[in-house]
């Protein structure tokens, strides 16, 4: 970072744009360092959901163009990055872990969570389906067990889900 912190508003407003929270990211993958050209291929790729061997010549000028007459502008005006336009060097600077919290973790390994809960809402279903037509063990009395047993599952995936997105938690009760 720079000098001077930056507020909590400050960083929201440099993180507001994808492609400014793609760029941290990617650099951090990078090891904090990367040329301009495979930074362009990887965000063009990240934004069009294909693989960067993929990208099509105009997805890349478009991110060109604004990473290098916005973005990265704004990320080293904001000290987070030092960008050389000349040699097209970029490099994320000290204090990255301030900002951690506004990137896009997802980027880093995508989960379908989309399916769990698709899954759980489906059995939510036919198991509602299976007691109000009282077939089979589930009848009417059955009724508040079957929801009980959804919503405890419901809170599992849902509990999962959060804590894979947030592994440095500490857990609530450590001594």
């Not at 490099?91 to 989309?114: A, K, M, T």
């Not at 489906?122 to 299976?130: D, W, Y």
């Not at 995936?157 to 440095?168: C, F, G, T």
């Amino acid at each position: 970072m720079s000098e001077h912190e930056l507020s909590q508003a400050q960083l929201f407003d440099v993180f507001s744009n994808a492609r400014r929270r793609r760029t941290v990211q990617y650099l951090k993958q990078q090891g904090r360092r990367c040329d301009l050209a495979p930074l362009v291929e990887q965000v063009a790729a990240w934004e069009n959901d294909v693989d960067p061997s993929e990208v099509t010549r105009t997805q890349r000028r478009r991110v060109y163009i604004s990473l290098y007459q916005t973005h990265l502008p704004m990320l080293e005006e904001h000290g987070i990055v030092d960008w050389n336009p000349d040699e097209h060097i970029i490099r994320l600077l000290p204090g990255d872990e301030v900002f951690d919290p506004y990137l896009d973790h997802r980027l880093e390994s995508q989960r379908p969570w989309h399916r769990f809960y698709a899954v759980v809402t489906s059995l939510g279903v036919i198991a509602f389906a299976l007691t109000v037509f009282s077939v089979g063990p589930l009848t009417v009395t059955a009724a508040p067990l079957v929801a009980l047993v959804l919503c405890v599952l419901v809170l599992a995936v849902s509990v999962v889900q959060h804590l894979s997105r947030r592994p440095k938690l500490d857990p609530p009760l450590a001594l």
